[in-house]
């Protein structure tokens, strides 16, 4: 499974991606509106800013998961039955939840 179709399953099976998104946008809207007037970024770089805060975090589960000697060049299925015998889609989820942006 590759980054993109990890991406992908996290998003339609887990509100995971919801949670953190909304923290995220928050989060970089803050920071944006410490910066000084002529050096804010605009409401696209703001969005974009959220959403590589995002792909970092899959980027980071999927070389977590790819680190796995039982995943490691097997097809899809296999990553998600893994993620469903561990629980992981919950876990991330309820980590989101808890999860603190600020500085």
């Excluded at 499974?1 to 946008?25: G, H, P, Q, V």
């Excluded at 409401?43 to 999927?62: C, D, F, G, P, S």
């Excluded at 919950?90 to 999860?99: A, I, Q, R, T």
Aim: proline share 1%; hydrophobic share 35%; net charge negative.
């Amino acid at each position: 499974m590759n980054t993109e179709d990890l991406n992908e399953y996290i998003k339609a099976n887990s509100k995971a991606y919801d949670i953190f998104i909304e923290k995220a946008r928050v989060y970089q809207n803050g920071k944006n509106a410490n910066r000084k007037m002529d050096k804010r970024f605009s409401a696209e770089k703001v969005e974009k800013k959220a959403q590589t805060m995002w792909e970092n975090i899959v980027v980071n589960l999927h070389d977590k998961l790819n680190a796995e000697k039982t995943l490691k060049k097997h097809p899809s299925t296999d990553w998600i039955k893994f993620m469903e015998e561990h629980e992981m889609l919950d876990n991330l989820e309820d980590s989101m939840g808890v999860l603190d942006l600020e500085d």
